[in-house]
């Protein structure tokens, strides 16, 4: 069932900035949707129209059938929200942030309590629940995925919600995103931490210069790709490598790795290549892994909307 | 107010009272302090009070402090939450537009409470001055609070919050030396009397002075009906910025 259909969205500031330019998604419920894009793509932007701060110059946005772009206190009725920066917690205890915004959300002072404790006994934070301090950064962004979280909407947007969390909370977070839509939410799922949102995320689209350049299954846009492996060289730098052959598509280089993608069939050519590069001392070592989200991701945007 | 914006606007108020827990003893000390400072202050800048003089100054200093309030620090809160993101949070709550701003002056006036009956005891003590405090005192200072925060809450949502400050701080000298609301309207300049007929301040004076000493000034349903009309204006112009979404 679909809760968040976005169509046709465009917006410009200004006369000439176009943040957001003819994107179109839809999140289902029960489904973890995964908004990726670098910086400036126009993620904030979009989520800023769902949820009603902003009026978008075109398009049309319907949260379960109804158009939040005439009706925004409907927007805010079914969408929590993590945001980019920091929730507003200073002064607060965690428990206190967490029940103020559940209860502002319409739920009774007993219920909240109740799930405001699950949650923080979920991501280890009954420590320091109670705890009236400035927080650390980390503990801000677990309080305001808490905040979003205890009394979810239909749509609970987590605008990159894992910034300055330790692993092991991390891990628990992402285990209670994917409870969030289990329980029945569409989850919006804002984030360039392309690695992490590969285990969680059921679909997603790519943002780039504010439109969505791939969209679908993780597995969809890495078969698109056209090779299911990679090779990943640290290259001596001086030492010239052999030529690669034919089958060894080169993608690109970052610092002293050398990028390629790999066939299946192909795979003992490459590795044979790789060894003659080593032997020769031109590459330092070499992996070959199954492609990757991350590997998706580097070929849409660098190409912005052209796969490699 | 439906019963679930009127429980948006206590959780609002709660959150505001909770996350300045730590400050306010200071908050409430201070505007006591300055209270008291205001009446033996008074006697070196007026070396000859009257008891009439004494009576116009203490009942005047309520409604200056409800306009400051409204005018600078509702508004400064305001831009300052807007720089902080704390602003665009709240927004995106199902709350009405306006419950944050009437959280805060809501706050503002729990915090002045004190001050203003020390600064009142004193006035009395100190004076010799005679009040006659009516039930009407409570909605002059709402409808006072009220007007002035909704104009400083529109600024401060409407203009940049740098701008924000620059404007609210001239306002403050307008309000402290070209407005009669600790000095009888007759003493400023005619032009400057024709502009304040039709400004609201000479009736909240009028309106604050009138539920403290029974003493309305020109007309008391021409004080309360202008001050409500500026009010009603002000909050709706208030809740329109606040609907504005860019």
């Not at chain 1, 289990?182 to 360039?192: I, K, P, W």
């Not at chain 1, 001596?236 to 790999?262: D, F, K, Q």
């Not at chain 1, 590069?277 to 909307?305: I, M």
Request: proline share 6%; glycine share 8%; net charge neutral.
């Amino acid at each position: 069932m679909t809760v968040l259909d976005v169509a046709g969205l465009t917006k410009t500031y200004g006369d000439s900035v176009r943040a957001n330019d003819d994107i179109s998604l839809t999140v289902e419920a029960g489904e973890v949707f995964g908004l990726l894009g670098p910086n400036g793509a126009g993620k904030t932007t979009l989520v800023s129209q769902i949820l009603g701060l902003l009026r978008p110059d075109s398009g049309r946005i319907l949260i379960d059938g109804v158009d939040v772009v005439r009706r925004p206190d409907v927007a805010r009725e079914r969408c929590s929200y993590q945001p980019q920066a920091a929730a507003p917690v200073d002064g607060l205890s965690p428990r206190e942030a967490i029940e103020l915004v559940g209860r502002i959300r319409g739920c009774d002072r007993a219920e909240v309590r109740r799930r405001a404790t699950a949650l923080l006994d979920a991501l280890d934070l009954t420590g320091v629940a109670d705890r009236v301090a400035p927080m650390s950064g980390g503990m801000a962004r677990l309080t305001g995925f808490c905040m979003a979280a205890v009394v979810p909407g239909r749509v609970v947007v987590l605008d990159e919600p894992t910034n300055d969390v330790d692993p092991l909370r991390r891990r628990a977070m992402w285990t209670q995103v994917r409870r969030l839509a289990d329980e029945g939410a569409a989850v919006l799922l804002v984030t360039h931490n392309v690695l992490e949102a590969e285990r969680c995320v059921d679909r997603l689209a790519i943002v780039a210069a504010g439109r969505v350049v791939a969209q679908g299954p993780p597995a969809a846009l890495k078969a698109q790709l056209g090779a299911p492996l990679r090779l990943e060289c640290t290259v001596e730098p001086g030492v010239p490598a052999p030529r690669p052959p034919a089958s060894v598509t080169v993608t690109g280089t970052v610092g002293r790795r050398l990028l390629a993608h790999v066939q299946q069939q192909d795979l003992a050519t490459a590795v044979e290549w790789a060894q003659d590069a080593q032997a020769q001392g031109a590459v330092t070592e070499f992996a070959v892994t199954p492609a990757s989200l991350e590997d998706v991701y580097a070929t849409w945007v660098a190409s912005e909307g052209q796969p490699a | 107010m439906t019963g679930a914006a009127a429980r948006s606007f206590v959780l609002l108020l709660r959150w505001q009272l909770l996350r300045t827990r730590k400050l306010l003893v200071m908050l409430i000390t201070l505007q006591t302090a300055l209270g008291i400072g205001i009446i033996y202050g008074f006697g070196f800048l007026v070396p000859h009070v009257t008891p009439a003089v004494a009576l116009f100054f203490t009942t005047g200093a309520p409604t200056l402090s409800m306009m400051l309030i409204g005018l600078t620090v509702v508004a400064q809160e305001t831009a300052q939450a807007r720089v902080t993101g704390r602003f665009a949070y709240v927004s995106a709550l199902p709350v009405p537009r306006v419950a944050p701003m009437l959280a805060e002056v809501t706050y503002w006036l729990l915090v002045q409470l004190p001050g203003w009956f020390v600064t009142l005891l004193l006035a009395v003590v100190h004076f010799h001055i005679h009040l006659q405090v009516s039930l009407l005192l409570i909605p002059s200072v709402l409808l006072v609070s009220l007007t002035a925060a909704a104009v400083g809450y529109g600024v401060a949502v409407s203009a940049p919050p740098a701008a924000t400050t620059q404007l609210t701080q001239f306002l403050s000298i307008a309000l402290l030396l070209f407005s009669p609301i600790n000095f009888p309207l007759e003493r400023l300049p005619e032009w400057l009397q024709d502009v304040h007929r039709a400004l609201p301040i000479t009736y909240m004076a009028d309106l604050v002075r009138g539920g403290l000493t029974g003493n309305y000034g020109a007309s008391m349903p021409l004080a309360f009906g202008v001050v409500t009309a500026y009010c009603v204006a002000g909050l709706a112009l208030a809740t329109r910025a606040a609907r504005h979404r860019g």
